[in-house]
């Protein structure tokens, strides 16, 4: 009689080793696997789930380690995975990271019961899924956030590739989500040069009195996949897109100018631009750095009273926001 507690009898969950025996029950489990994924065939897309459950199943529960332990994933699909294709030959390690990823988001993230994700149209393969793979275990909403926009970007339809790559791209770029893929070193590096950076431009800028700037941002209820194509006033999401591009490289140009100024001038001390002013490098000359600058905390406050102007259409002459000039350039 053994006195081993099985954990799904109890419902718990327990770290399963590679180098420990494989049950009865799992060997059976295995069989079972294998068996729905070999009759799954009716169709591609049917076909891709079907391996994509079996293999995250048989992954998760590692099932692949034999009767007596110790065998590794990568030689489990070397030495077991072809006879799940149908004589397509083994799954190499890339392929079944994909089809497992494509399982997992379009059936365990997009079909599940959550606001905001029920009506976005669900990856048809797995290629598709690919540039957001790496974030479905650690960041999974992150994931979704991707995914929309991508179907914004495809005007509702299933995103390309090529759409799903620059959301995710555009998503990791936004300083906004910045933090999530730093360490606890880096982020409080970066808190203080940000800190520093806008202690600077803040003088600059001209609050309106009515308006909280650190009020919650109202939370979007607006799907831009489902809004109307045929409205020829705007292109919600187009506009979206094109805009989060724009914040997305005003941050980095920021950044990158913040990150050269901080490090030389740390380096080299107070007449490192001293000099810089002095040199005539044509059109890259710094003579005139400090109006430059001004330049770009007043188009901060421009954009920043833009946000919170009362006009209506084709009255911004007349709005409340004074400057003494519009930018002309796009």
Same mark, same amino acid.
């Given at each position: 009689?053994?006195?081993?507690?099985?954990?799904?009898?109890?419902?718990?969950?327990?770290?399963?080793?590679?180098?420990?025996?494989?049950?009865?029950?799992?060997?059976?489990?295995?069989?079972?696997?294998?068996?729905?994924? %070999?009759?799954?065939?009716?169709?591609?897309?049917?076909?891709?789930?079907?391996?994509? @459950?079996? *293999?995250?199943?048989?992954?998760? &529960?590692?099932?692949?380690?034999?009767?007596?332990?110790?065998?590794?994933?990568?030689?489990?699909?070397?030495?077991?995975? =072809?006879?799940?294709?149908?004589? %397509? +030959?083994?799954?190499?390690? =890339? !392929?079944?990271?994909?089809? &497992?990823?494509?399982?997992?988001?379009?059936?365990?993230?997009?079909?599940?019961? @959550?606001?905001?994700?029920?009506?976005?149209?669900?990856?048809?393969?797995?290629?598709?899924? %690919?540039?957001? $793979?790496?974030? *479905?275990? !650690?960041?999974?909403?992150?994931?979704?956030?991707?995914?929309?926009?991508?179907?914004?970007?495809?005007?509702?339809?299933?995103?390309?590739?090529?759409?799903?790559?620059?959301? /995710?791209?555009?998503?990791?770029?936004?300083?906004?989500?910045?933090? %999530?893929? *730093?360490?606890?070193?880096?982020? =409080?590096?970066?808190?203080?040069?940000?800190?520093? @950076?806008?202690?600077?431009?803040? @003088?600059?800028?001209?609050?309106?009195?009515?308006?909280?700037?650190?009020?919650?941002?109202?939370?979007?209820?607006?799907?831009?996949?489902?809004?109307?194509?045929?409205?020829?006033?705007?292109?919600? +999401? /187009?506009?979206?897109?094109? $805009?989060?591009?724009?914040?997305?490289?005003?941050?980095?140009?920021?950044?990158?100018?913040?990150? $050269?100024?901080?490090?030389?001038?740390?380096?080299?001390?107070?007449?490192?631009?001293?000099?810089?002013?002095?040199?005539?490098?044509?059109?890259?000359?710094?003579?005139?750095?400090?109006?430059?600058?001004?330049?770009?905390?007043?188009?901060?406050?421009?954009?920043?009273?833009?946000?919170?102007?009362?006009?209506?259409?084709?009255?911004? =002459?007349?709005?409340?926001?004074?400057?003494?000039? *519009?930018?002309?350039?796009?």
């Amino acid at each position: 009689m053994t006195t081993a507690i099985i954990p799904e009898v109890l419902g718990l969950e327990t770290q399963v080793l590679e180098t420990s025996p494989m049950t009865s029950a799992e060997e059976k489990e295995l069989v079972i696997v294998k068996t729905a994924i %070999r009759t799954a065939y009716a169709d591609k897309l049917e076909r891709d789930l079907a391996i994509g @459950s079996g *293999l995250l199943q048989i992954f998760r &529960r590692k099932l692949y380690r034999g009767k007596e332990g110790g065998r590794t994933w990568e030689q489990w699909l070397a030495e077991e995975s =072809a006879e799940l294709t149908a004589g %397509r +030959g083994v799954i190499a390690m =890339a !392929t079944s990271n994909y089809l &497992r990823g494509f399982y997992q988001f379009r059936v365990e993230l997009l079909q599940r019961p @959550s606001p905001g994700s029920g009506s976005l149209p669900l990856p048809t393969s797995p290629k598709q899924v %690919r540039p957001i $793979i790496s974030q *479905l275990d !650690t960041h999974p909403d992150a994931a979704v956030e991707m995914w929309k926009a991508a179907v914004a970007d495809a005007k509702g339809k299933v995103p390309t590739f090529d759409q799903v790559n620059r959301a /995710a791209l555009a998503y990791k770029a936004n300083e906004a989500n910045e933090a %999530r893929r *730093l360490s606890a070193a880096q982020q =409080a590096s970066q808190q203080k040069a940000v800190a520093a @950076s806008r202690a600077a431009t803040a @003088s600059t800028i001209e609050s309106e009195p009515s308006y909280d700037f650190h009020q919650a941002a109202p939370s979007p209820n607006i799907p831009a996949w489902e809004l109307e194509k045929d409205d020829s006033a705007i292109d919600a +999401g /187009a506009e979206c897109k094109r $805009i989060t591009q724009a914040l997305n490289d005003a941050h980095k140009a920021i950044g990158l100018l913040r990150g $050269i100024l901080y490090s030389q001038i740390n380096k080299y001390g107070r007449d490192y631009l001293g000099f810089l002013r002095q040199v005539d490098a044509g059109i890259y000359s710094l003579h005139n750095i400090d109006s430059q600058v001004h330049q770009i905390g007043d188009d901060i406050a421009f954009v920043s009273e833009l946000l919170v102007a009362d006009v209506g259409e084709g009255e911004l =002459a007349a709005s409340t926001v004074q400057v003494t000039s *519009l930018p002309t350039r796009e």
